[in-house]
């Protein structure tokens, strides 16, 4: 009996001595004072993401606004005349080339910026988690001084959670609007109209013309006229291109002119004719203004 009761003594202080005495209030705020740390650590990570995607925004968008100036200028400088036109074609591949080179750079920075945005949304929500439990501290006397500070210390890392959401979200609404700039083609107004540009161009100058656009096996001359002793083939072309430049073109017609046009009663009426009586037709080379950007 002396024995057992001996020895249940010794175990009872065997217990006392390897069982730990219940965490308090100042362990509790060591472990929640560690766990902001981490979070401030976290937040740096994040930070310096959304600073690169943000970095990487505003690269996208001004490859947008120079891959459109660039274009405007290289369809500018085209002589597109009509519906059809190599050139027209040529204008096509250059607007669909750069199109699906920002489509798939804006794809790839869409789905970065909503990895972003739910980052810095559950970094928010570990906030709120950290000020709900450090929160009941600021009413225990021996830690309500620290709990306070590390209160205010979340409350000031919230507000930069707060603004890193803002800067995102504001810049991921601006990149929207690269959907309506190159990634549009063709149906962007800014490229529709350079392409449009030379086709008005050449329909207001044909107003002179008595035919247009014959099909020849020499080509397309812009305008063929039948003045009274000044019959004329006439070639149109944008300021880039200049007056000789279209002048050469309207000549390398005029042979077929001549011969599809010899039997024409406007021809035989107004034309001068040359030794084989075949009717005269002046090369002209008249440029108009380039669009620009």
Known sequence: MGISRHLGWVTLAALLITVPAAAGPNDDMARLNSDFYSLQ??????STGVENFLAGSKKLREMDRDEITRLIIQICNLDIERNGDEEERIATSLVEKVQSNVKSEYDTL???????????????????????????????????????????????QQDLAGRLWDKIVADYDTLTNVKNGSMLGANNP???????????????????????????????????????????????????VGESA????????????????????????????????????????????????
């Open 190 to 240: 800014k490229l529709r109209a350079a392409m449009d540009w030379g086709k008005a161009k050449h329909e207001y100058n044909q107003r002179i013309c008595d035919e247009k656009e014959t099909v020849l096996s020499s080509g397309r001359p812009d305008c063929v006229s039948f003045r009274k002793d000044a019959c004329a083939v006439w070639e149109f072309k944008p300021s880039t």
């Open 41 to 46: 650590k976290d937040f740096e990570g994040l």
């Open 110 to 156: 869409e789905s970065s910026g909503k990895d972003w945005r739910y980052k810095i949304s559950q970094f928010q929500d570990k906030l709120k988690t950290a000020a709900r439990n450090t929160e009941p501290y600021t009413k225990i006397d021996e830690v309500k001084s620290d709990a306070s500070k590390l209160m205010d210390q979340i409350k000031t």
């Open 246 to 293: 279209a002048r050469s073109q309207a000549e390398r017609y005029v042979s077929d002119v001549q011969r599809y046009f010899k039997d024409d009663p406007r021809a035989k009426e107004n034309c001068k004719k040359d030794s084989s009586g075949l009717p005269i037709f002046e090369a002209k080379g008249v440029t108009y203004e380039a669009c620009k950007p």
